[in-house]
Structures are given as structure tokens and as C-alpha cells.
């Protein structure tokens, strides 16, 4: 079986960045939230803009060069769906059907309606994005796109007008159904024009993060920045059947096989011998990774959100199962938070997993990141182990470390990629091991501070610099490959 080894890339977090703002992307609901006032004056966001980015946008041939000179043979992207269609697509109607539950089962998209959104499109974007996918095929790349990386359009969803009145607003995103409905749209109109040059599809990239903390963690810097469990609860079911509505969607214009990519989190009790502790974690997976993971691959709906399955075949829609890696969850016990989500009676123990101190050590003497996030290398190994037993093709989708003095990366990279040939020699079907990042990037709320690339960039004269001894590494790896 041919192994991937790639690097990936957003595009809100690469894209931007070229002089003469010639190529910015003001339709997106993270172009408002980074500069919108209230978020600085508040920290919520760094004040660093997307616009003096990478400006991948123009050097993506430049980036294609270095990955194809690391000896990669695969890369993972984005195409923005703001940049496809920055104005509205709800004109061009088409019929749905809802199932018992009142969940949209079948939307019916058909060669005019693929026409007319033609029309609407962006086709200066259109011919870009066909130029970028068209390169990586020249230099002889496997691709894998991404429909959805977290970003929206605004018209889709205003983040600021949603947290100053949710119930109003007219753009509320997952939270509203018509969502689904324009996600599948888009979808089809992609597949229609960019499969000759895609050889894998992916709805979105770490979907639960939507809910998670643009409604339940206000404080992180997350659109649209609320707390509010319903909301979280219907943006969880919306994206769940956008995701099968997308998939019917795809597959009407493309044979590729069409996948989800999800940041499954191991979670480990503080204490294994409290039986709080373990139903903390337990809950966790159940609420972070098993909802997604069931819903699509076996078709069970947790509609309340419980921990109890229904049934439902047409949400039973995906070929492979991507992985993002960076490092675990340790969780005790909590009573149950929101009546609306009983499954959360778990809160992230101060010290470990994503909850450290930057550039220090974790309770258990592991290292921390530039972001604190602590390095362990076990979890991969245990996460992918969660997405095999679904008995589709599996690929480590993101893995990488924050780490701009690359002190670090270097043992990360040796460390994880351990663990996937520990998987392999397991009988553990891994296809690909994809790092984030090649080049330093935008990183959401943090901007430009996190820096995860192998190359350093510099944001004056966006020069690509090695971080010889992580590409050094990366590349020998590479070479070697896995057996």
C-alpha cells in the first residue's frame, strides 16, 4: 500500500499576505472577528492580520517546490468557500427532503443548478485555486482538499452580529439549517469543477471545534464567541448532516473518496482507579470524537446528545477518516454543566494536554510548546487506534508542534512518526502522515506568535527560511519511509 507523507495548509491561515492587498479576502467570517475592536481591546484576539500573512497565495509554486524537495508526495489545502462565492447562493434553488426525524436527508442538486451557480461564482478565484491543484499535479503530488477549515462566509455567518444578538441575527451559520443546504451546494459546484485534479475530498477540518469553542468557551477567541449549549448542540447535528449532504453531493460529480477530518482527542483520567475520573473520560470521548465518528461512518445519531444512539442510514456517508494529532486530554470529573449536554461532567486538568504552561514541563516531566501544549507522543498512536476500529482508510491528517526556536520539533517529528510505524506493525492500516506545517502560518486568535512551520517566514519579505535540523530530519524520514 502506497504511504503518504505531506505537508497541509488553510487557506485563511495561508493564503494572504501579497503587498499589494491584491488577493485579501474581506468575505469571511474570520477576516471581521480578527479586527473587529472589541476582540483586541479585549485580548480575545492578538490584533495581527490575516493581510500580512505568508501570502501563499502569490508563492504557492515557491511552497510546492519546497515540499516536492523534502520528498513529499502528497499535500492537503483548502479552497475557501468565501472566495468561491463571496456574495449569497440562496437564489438558486433546489429541493430537500427531510426524513422522521426532521433532519434534511436528500438535497437534489442537478447540472443546471451546478449552471447557475457558475454564474455567481468568483471565477478570478476559480481559476486560481484550478492553477494551484493543476502545479501540485505537474510536480506529481496525490492532493487532498478540504471544503471547510473552520472559515465561513460572512453571509453565511456574522460572528459579530450573532454575539451582539443571536436571536436576530441574520447570519448565524451551523446554528441554522439553510446552512446545510448552501454547504451542499458548494459542494457539488466544487466537485463539478476541481475533480479532475483532487484525489481526495474532505468535508471539514475539526468540525467540533465550531461548537466547542465558538459556543461553550467564550473566552478563547473563537467566532462567534458565545456561551450558549443549544446553539453548540444544534451546530454539532448541522454539521453532522451537512456532512453526509455534502458527501451525496460530491459523489454525483466525483468517484474520489470522500473523508471527514477530525482532531480525535485521547482522553485519560486524572486518577484510573477513581470511577469519576473514568466516567470523565469516558464522557469526553463520547461527546469530542464519538459523535462525529459514529454518526458517520456507522450511522449512529446521537440526536439529544446523550450518549444514545438512533439509527440513520442516510447520515451513514464516508470513505476515510483523517486525524489530527497534536497531543491528549487528562480530565477529572465535574457534575454536569449545561442541562442541554449532560455528556460534559469533564474539564481538562490544569498542567496537561492543551492546558499547560508555554515552554515548560507537564505534570508527568513532558515537555510544553511555545503554545503549552504538552508532548505526547502516545496519543497519536491511541487516537488513530479510536479511528480504525470504523474499518476505513486512516490518515494523520495534522501533527506538529509550535516551536519557533525549533528546540522541540526536531524528537516531536522522530517521536510521532514512532508511533506510526508502531500502528503499522500493529496490522493498523495508516495511509499517510501529513506535518503541520511547512511554512509558519496565521494561527486563528494567537496570529502571528505560534509558529509551526518547517520553514520560518519572514513577514516583510515573506522569505521562506529552513529550520535545518526539523527539515533535515522531516526529509531523511521521508526517504527512509515507512516499511
Known amino acids: 500500500m502506497k504511504f503518504y507523507w505531506g505537508v497541509v495548509q488553510s487557506a485563511f491561515q495561508f493564503e494572504m499576505g501579497d503587498p499589494y492587498r491584491r488577493n485579501i479576502d474581506p468575505r469571511s467570517d474570520w477576516w471581521y472577528w480578527v479586527r473587529d475592536p472589541y476582540n483586541i481591546k479585549n485580548d480575545l484576539v492578538s490584533g495581527d492580520l490575516p493581510e500580512e500573512g505568508i501570502n501563499n497565495y502569490e508563492l504557492y509554486e515557491i511552497d510546492h517546490r519546497l515540499a516536492k524537495e523534502l520528498g513529499l508526495n502528497a499535500y492537503q489545502l483548502t479552497i475557501e468557500w468565501s472566495r468561491i462565492f463571496p456574495c449569497p447562493t440562496f437564489n438558486v434553488e433546489v429541493e430537500f427532503e427531510r426524513d ?8 437534489k442538486i442537478e447540472k443546471e443548478h451546478l449552471e447557475e451557480l457558475d454564474k455567481l461564482a468568483n471565477q478570478k ?10 502545479n501540485l499535479k505537474k510536480l506529481g503530488f496525490t492532493t487532498f482538499v478540504t ?4 472559515t465561513n462566509p460572512i453571509w453565511i455567518h456574522d460572528p459579530i452580529e450573532t454575539r451582539g444578538n443571536f436571536q436576530k441575527a441574520r447570519a448565524r451559520g451551523w446554528v441554522d439549517e439553510r446552512t446545510i443546504i448552501e454547504f451542499a451546494k458548494y459542494a457539488a459546484y466544487v466537485a463539478w469543477k476541481f475533480d479532475n485534479y483532487v484525489d481526495y475530498w474532505s468535508t471539514f477540518d475539526e468540525p467540533m471545534v465550531t461548537a466547542e469553542l465558538g459556543y461553550l468557551a467564550p473566552y478563547v477567541g473563537w467566532p462567534p464567541g ?5 446553539a453548540a448542540k444544534k451546530v454539532i447535528i448541522n454539521q453532522i448532516v451537512a456532512h453526509a ?3 451525496d453531493s460530491i ?6 473518496p470522500v473523508g471527514v477530518i477530525l482532531n480525535i482527542i485521547p482522553a485519560y483520567p486524572l486518577d484510573p482507579n477513581d470511577s469519576k475520573s473514568v466516567r470523565a473520560a469516558e464522557n469526553y470521548d463520547l461527546f469530542h470524537n464519538r459523535l462525529f465518528l459514529e454518526a458517520v461512518n456507522r450511522g449512529n445519531v446521537d440526536l439529544d446528545i446523550t450518549g444514545e444512539y438512533t439509527k440513520i442510514p442516510h447520515i451513514k456517508r464516508n470513505d476515510w477518516i483523517g486525524n489530527n494529532y497534536y497531543t491528549r486530554e487528562v480530565v477529572k470529573y465535574v457534575e454536569p454543566k449545561y442541562e442541554e449536554l449532560p455528556l460534559i461532567t469533564f474539564v481538562g486538568v490544569e498542567g496537561y494536554g492543551y492546558s499547560g504552561n508555554p515552554n515548560s514541563l507537564s505534570p508527568d516531566n513532558n515537555p510544553t510548546s511555545d503554545f503549552g501544549w504538552e508532548v505526547f507522543p502516545q496519543g497519536l498512536y491511541d487516537s488513530t487506534l479510536e479511528a480504525a476500529e470504523y474499518n476505513k482508510e486512516v490518515f494523520i491528517t495534522e501533527n506538529g508542534i509550535a516551536d519557533s526556536k ?6 516531536y517529528i522522530i517521536d510521532h512518526v514512532n508511533e506510526v510505524k508502531k500502528l503499522i506493525e500493529n496490522g493498523i492500516k495508516v495511509g499517510g502522515y501529513f506535518h503541520w506545517a511547512l511554512t ?5 486568535a494567537m496570529g502571528f506568535k505560534i509558529r509551526f512551520g518547517l520553514y520560518e517566514v519572514d513577514l516583510i519579505t515573506k522569505e521562506r527560511i529552513p529550520r535545518r535540523r526539523s527539515v533535515e530530519i522531516y526529509k531523511k524520514i521521508v526517504m527512509e519511509g515507512i516499511e
Open 251 to 256: 459523489k454525483k460529480f466525483s468517484s474520489k
Open 100 to 107: 422522521g426525524y426532521g433532519l434534511i436527508k436528500k438535497v
Open 226 to 230: 458565545i456561551l450558549n449549549p443549544s
Open 440 to 444: 509558519d502560518n496565521y494561527e486563528w
Open 406 to 411: 525549533d528546540i522541540l520539533r526536531p524528537r
Open 147 to 150: 471544503l471547510n477549515h473552520q
Open 125 to 134: 478565484e476559480v481559476r486560481h485555486y484550478l492553477n494551484v491543484l493543476r
Open 245 to 247: 449532504r455534502a458527501y
